[in-house]
T-cell receptor, first 111, second 114 residues
Framework: DAKTTQPTSMDCAEGRAANLPCNHS???????VYWYRQIHSQGPQYIIH???NNETNEMASLIITEDRKSSTLILPHATLRDTAVYYCIVIGQTSGSRLTFGEGTQLTVNP | EPEVTQTPSHQVTQMGQEVILRCVPISNHLYFYWYRQILGQKVEFLVS????????KSEIFDDQFSVERPDGSNFTLKIRSTKLEDSAMYFC????????????FGPGTRLTVL
């Protein structure tokens, strides 16, 4: 699975959009980009995933660059409850693949 | 919305004792996982389980660890003889089907080995 690079920490004001970047320059054509988050030692929570098209769900939007070497997770209106560590994970197209967590980005949403 | 549950939420044990951590996955989910997270460190994969057998395991998952589905619903992780370094949060997770899909995690069991 491709390696990912994320900033260690970010801050965001409550109600503003939080844009979390991820670099995955060695991603291969059949690898997906997944985003999870972990709120203060709770179990990780799935957010969104994509292959090459931009994706949106009720939690977030995922923007993947055309060359697929980087992506951005967007929380459109961050709340205090979005304070968490956010993980960008690249997974091969293999059934039942393990998740390999990196250090992630600690997002702090400030009032 | 269905949830993954884990028991106990906190387990304290003496070094050398056996512990069994339990997980009730979402029904009809077919792939099961255990992960652990030592305090202040990354979440680490331990083992995946499908069709009543281990499909993949990490180097952490040595002979002291075992997994099973004793009754077709619960999914357990057993540590035969706990060590101090086994103190961690243990998370189980499952996915619906063989295709790529999101993993649903339980709330975790905090294991403290004294």
């Amino acid at each position: 699975d491709a390696k990912t690079t994320q900033p260690t920490s970010m801050d965001c004001a409550e109600g503003r959009a939080a844009n979390l970047p991820c670099n995955h320059s060695t991603i291969s054509g059949n690898e997906y980009v997944y985003w999870y988050r972990q709120i203060h030692s709770q179990g990780p929570q799935y957010i969104i995933h994509g292959l090459k098209n931009n994706e949106t769900n009720e939690m977030a939007s995922l923007i993947i660059t055309e060359d697929r070497k980087s992506s951005t997770l967007i929380l459109p209106h961050a709340t205090l409850r979005d304070t968490a560590v956010y993980y960008c994970i690249v997974i091969g197209q293999t059934s039942g693949s393990r998740l390999t967590f990196g250090e992630g980005t600690q997002l702090t949403v400030n009032p | 919305e269905p949830e993954v549950t884990q028991t106990p939420s906190h387990q304290v044990t003496q070094m050398g004792q056996e512990v069994i951590l339990r997980c009730v996955p979402i029904s009809n989910h077919l792939y099961f996982y255990w992960y652990r997270q030592i305090l202040g460190q990354k979440v680490e994969f331990l083992v995946s389980f499908y069709n009543n057998e281990i499909s993949e395991k990490s180097e952490i998952f040595d002979d002291q660890f075992s997994v099973e589905r004793p009754d077709g619903s619960n999914f357990t992780l057993k540590i035969r003889s706990t060590k101090l370094e086994d103190s961690a949060m243990y998370f189980c997770a499952n996915i619906r089907d063989r295709g790529i899909s999101e993993q649903f995690f339980g709330p975790g069991t905090r294991l403290t080995v004294l």
